[in-house]
């Protein structure tokens, strides 16, 4: 069974930075597409930032376009994603996703991903 373990949340004031970390354990992929997505209290899950296999096809939301960076070194790395400019509205629990394709379809869907963190609560403060 494939776990994903996200680490790096935590709080910040606002303009800060932070790094999410998301890695696997367990039986591990050959192959895997990721994405994040984040939580607010009282809102629906969004996406935030998505990768391909390869690294060469990343996709974000348009509300944190230009301030995160969705990266990744390869297969035994985490994928990474940094959090630049942080504002308050970027306060949420962010989700690692996963699924066992090189690219999915749709990376901004939710549902396109099998596989998923416990989530990493990230909370910025003006």
């Known amino acids: 069974q494939v776990q994903l373990v996200e680490s790096g949340g935590g709080l910040v004031q606002a303009g800060g930075s932070l790094r999410l970390a998301c890695a696997t354990s367990?039986?591990?992929?050959?192959?895997?597409?990721a994405g994040w997505f984040r939580q607010a209290l009282g809102k629906e899950r969004e996406f935030v930032a998505a990768?391909?296999?390869?690294?060469?096809?990343?996709y974000y939301a348009d509300s944190v376009k230009g301030r995160f960076t969705i990266s990744r070194d390869n297969a035994e790395k985490p994928v990474y994603l940094q959090m630049n400019s942080l504002k308050p509205e970027d306060t949420a629990v962010y989700y690692c996703?996963?699924?066992?394709?090189?690219?999915?379809?749709?990376?901004?869907?939710?549902?396109?991903?099998?596989?998923w963190g416990q989530g990493t609560q990230v909370t910025v403060v003006s």
């Open positions: 996703a996963a699924d066992a394709r090189a690219r999915v379809d749709q990376p901004t869907m939710a549902s396109e991903y099998n596989y």
């Open positions: 367990g039986r591990t992929f050959s192959t895997y597409a």
């Open positions: 990768i391909s296999w390869s690294g060469s096809l990343t």
